[in-house]
Structure formats: structure tokens, C-alpha cells
T-cell receptor, first 113, second 115 residues
Framework: AQSVSQHNHHVILSEAASLELGCNYS??????LFWYVQYPGQHLQLLLK??????LVKGIKGFEAEFIKSKFSFNLRKPSVQWSDTAEYFC???????????FGKGNQVVVIP | NAGVTQTPKFRVLKTGQSMTLLCAQD?????MYWYRQDPGMGLRLIHY???????AKGEVPDGYNVSRLKKQNFLLGLESAAPSQTSVYFC??????????????FGNGTRLTVT
């Protein structure tokens, strides 16, 4: 079964610090990768996605993620976080021909002003 | 364009009671999903549907039933609620059917407490 691992469930950092969240998925062939964000009290929203092509993808709000096929990873980064980035971040994967997303357990990120 | 709408937003049940959560989408999506979100567990798929009249089990289907009588609606039922079903429930949809990589659109969630 497809699975997604996220590390460092709780992350606390100060404004302007850099953020990197790790995501690893189990091997299963061609994959589509997503990062979703859930702001406090809200539903999940798409942050960015990778289907093919350039492994470095840029999303909304200054976020980017890099797909490294050899490491089965899709890490999320932001060079300088803001207080408004406080949220929970979920990595998700689908495999070719399968429309169901498998989610990681999430990273709770708190940015201190 | 409302997107994905869930009702109700909040509900408190006593053990053994039943209820139905309604999900409606106006994007003509083929696929619909019910997830539950619990602290430290991420989102876990309960049931899903690949089209009108079809349903399938997800990762944690026990204690739940679903129906997709109309393409735009996906109902999640709890026949006999248990405290372990206390959670936040999210409905999601995507499509079209040939697009296996289209992002999910989520509803705003239903917070259910079972006492």
C-alpha cells in the first residue's frame, strides 16, 4: 500500500527563519505529489503539486518543493517564513492510475512573531 | 461557485445514535471522498466513490456507510456512533475521471463529538 512519511511533526520557528519539511513516499512507480496546507480552523488547500517535468516546483505564498526520485522524497521549503504561515502541512501522493491520495500525518508549524 | 459544501458543521451524538453527513459539490467532479482527521494521524480515507452509484472502502471504513445516488452528493452515515468516531470529517472531490492527478477540493469539515 502506498504510504507517506513526514518527519518532525511539530516545528516552531521565528519569523524570517527558513523552513524545510521532509516528505518521503513508498515506492510504487510513477507518482504525483502534493503539499496541502491547513490554516487554523480551515479546510485543506493545495499549496503546490508535482506531476512531471522540472523537479523543482513553485507554489503559492513563496513555497517550493523539490522532487528527488532517487530518494523518494518531495521536501517543502520556504526561505523566510511569516507569522501567517502558522498552519499544518500535509504531504500527499497518488500513483499512476490511482486517483486516491495517501496523506502523511502532517507537520504542525508554528511561527513566532 | 460554492465548491464542496458539508453539512452540518458541528454535531454532538450520544453513543449508539445515528446520523448522516452530507457532502455536495457543484464542480461536476467524478470522484468524491470522505476523510477523517485526528491529531497526529493526518487524514485517513474512510470511503470513496468513482462515480454516481459506485462506492468503495478506503483505509478505515468500519462503522461507516456511504451512498452516491446523485453525482453531486456523497453521504456518510454512522449507524451506531461510538466515541472512537469523534473526529473532524472532511469531504473532498476531484475530476474529471480521466485526470488521476487533479488536486482535491475540500469542504470545510464537520466536527463530530460522540459522548
Amino acid at each position: 500500500a502506498q504510504s507517506v512519511s513526514q518527519h518532525n511533526h511539530h516545528v516552531i520557528l521565528s519569523e524570517a527563519a527558513s523552513l524545510e519539511l521532509g516528505c518521503n513516499y513508498s515506492y510504487g512507480g510513477t507518482v504525483n505529489l502534493f503539499w496541502y496546507v491547513q490554516y487554523p480552523g480551515q479546510h485543506l488547500q493545495l499549496l503546490l503539486k508535482y506531476f512531471s517535468g522540472d523537479p523543482l516546483v513553485k507554489g503559492i505564498k513563496g513555497f517550493e518543493a523539490e522532487f528527488i526520485k532517487s530518494k523518494f522524497s518531495f521536501n517543502l521549503r520556504k526561505p523566510s517564513v511569516q507569522w501567517s504561515d502558522t498552519a499544518e502541512y500535509f504531504c500527499a501522493v497518488t500513483y499512476y492510475g490511482n486517483n486516491r491520495l495517501a496523506f502523511g500525518k502532517g507537520n504542525q508549524v508554528v511561527v513566532i512573531p | 461557485n460554492a465548491g464542496v459544501t458539508q453539512t452540518p458543521k458541528f454535531r454532538v451524538l450520544k453513543t449508539g445514535q445515528s446520523m448522516t453527513l452530507l457532502c455536495a459539490q457543484d464542480m461536476n467532479h467524478e470522484y468524491m471522498y470522505w476523510y477523517r482527521q485526528d491529531p497526529g494521524m493526518g487524514l485517513r480515507l474512510i470511503h470513496y466513490s468513482v462515480g454516481e452509484g459506485t462506492t468503495a472502502k478506503g483505509e478505515v471504513p468500519d462503522g461507516y456507510n456511504v451512498s452516491r445516488l446523485k453525482k453531486q452528493n456523497f453521504l456518510l452515515g454512522l449507524e451506531s456512533a461510538a466515541p472512537s468516531q469523534t473526529s473532524v470529517y472532511f469531504c473532498a472531490s476531484n475530476g474529471p475521471a480521466t485526470s488521476y492527478n487533479s488536486p482535491l477540493h475540500f469542504g470545510n469539515g464537520t466536527r463530530l463529538t460522540v459522548t
